[in-house]
């Protein structure tokens, strides 16, 4: 099973900006394959489903960015989720916009939704898609 987590503001002001880029591309992804975003647990709203062949559970924690590591263990915890099945997707101004990189390890850099993720999960073991936008 893995566990795929889009960073976001819940706010509707954040809608469509570049914060909720962890957000909008878990909506595609849903879209794309028949799952449905609307259970509530953990102060997130989430789904199941397959993609691949392979059991997923995408989530979009409801805190504010800096306390999304919070929802993000607690998804860990209740399935029993290894890191090597943990994915994080958030935007990144630090690449250029439009770029797409996958790591499997690494800092949060100035990410504040990703500072709160390493912290929460006590390790930088896991896998993060990270979408460049724009500064402003």
Request: aromatic letters at 8%.
């Amino acid at each position: 099973m893995y566990l795929i987590v889009g960073l976001g503001n819940p706010e509707e002001e954040y809608s469509n900006t570049r914060h909720n880029m962890g957000f909008d591309t878990l909506n595609e992804l849903a879209k794309r394959n028949g799952i449905e975003i609307n259970r509530n647990k953990y102060n997130s709203l989430y789904g199941q489903g397959i993609i691949k062949n392979e059991k997923v559970i995408l989530v979009k924690p409801q805190t504010y960015m800096n306390l999304s590591g919070i929802a993000v263990k607690q998804f860990k915890d209740f399935y029993k989720i290894e890191g090597n099945k943990i994915i994080i997707v958030h935007d990144d101004i630090d690449i250029k916009e439009g770029t797409i990189k996958i790591r499997k390890t690494g800092g949060a850099g100035t990410h504040n939704g990703m500072k709160s993720v390493v912290q929460e999960l006590g390790n930088k073991e896991f896998y993060r898609i990270r979408i460049g936008v724009r500064k402003s």
